[in-house]
């Protein structure tokens, strides 16, 4: 079976904070993902990331930042988490061009 | 930007109809086209999945695909209550991108 593991089931941080997200996959995938959901507006792609040391900007990088030194591991940057930041972040990771596989999500709110 | 559009929902239909869900793409590159059911507070799951022109059926499942139409759907036969769910259109472009509609939250009455 595929796994994705998302470091934190919830997290509760503060406005100014640097946050990082850790997202870890164990099937070689090339392709790994940063979304954020909120209600209403589906799964929004924050950044991707193609190969090691790779990325590429989603619909919605301001903010955030990503770091891919190996290729199981894919981090979300907050560089200064502020409150509309306060959201669900699901990491997925997928072979080229196939179906992605979803970690648990983490529900970061920040105060 | 590339767009990934469904029926806004939410959806309902009696147990046992046809429920039928439908998603537009703006990016003619697209390369692969997924559907998704997420149920409340758990993570997206893959349904269906189609990279060519015509039908695609699973079981109670089929899934469309009209490249020049850039369209794509969902038809789920024979609805069940454990169908109730959102369910995500998602595109791949060809530069491995993957980008997700907004969902249509479907629910099936008893």
């Known amino acids: 079976d595929v796994k994705v593991t998302q470091s934190s089931r919830y997290l509760v941080k503060r406005t100014g904070e640097k946050v990082f997200l850790e997202c870890v996959q164990d099937m070689d995938h090339e392709n790994m993902f940063w979304y954020r959901q909120d209600p209403g507006l589906g799964l929004r792609l924050i950044y991707f990331?193609?190969?090691?040391?790779?990325?590429e900007k989603g619909d919605i990088p301001e903010g955030y930042s990503v770091s891919r030194e190996k290729k199981e591991r894919f981090s979300l940057i907050l560089e200064s988490a502020s409150t509309n930041q306060t959201s669900m972040y699901l990491c997925?990771?997928?072979?080229?061009?196939?179906?992605?596989?979803f970690g648990q999500g983490t529900r970061l709110t920040v105060v | 930007q590339k767009e990934v559009e469904q029926n806004s929902g939410p959806l309902s239909v009696p147990e046992g109809a046809i429920a039928s869900l439908n998603c537009t793409y703006s990016?003619?590159?697209?390369?692969?086209f997924f559907w998704y059911r997420q149920y409340s507070g758990k993570s997206p799951e893959l349904i269906m999945f189609?990279?060519?022109?015509g039908d695609k059926e699973d079981g109670r499942f089929t899934a469309q695909l009209n490249k020049a139409s850039q369209y794509v759907s969902l038809l789920i036969r024979d609805s069940q209550p454990s169908d109730s769910a959102t369910y995500l259109c998602a595109v791949r472009g060809n530069n491995n991108d993957m980008r997700f509609g907004a969902g249509t939250r479907l629910t099936v009455k008893p």
């Open positions: 189609i990279y060519s022109n």
């Open positions: 997925a990771s997928s072979p080229r061009l196939t179906e992605a596989f």
């Open positions: 990016d003619r590159g697209s390369q692969s």
């Open positions: 990331s193609y190969d090691v040391k790779m990325k």
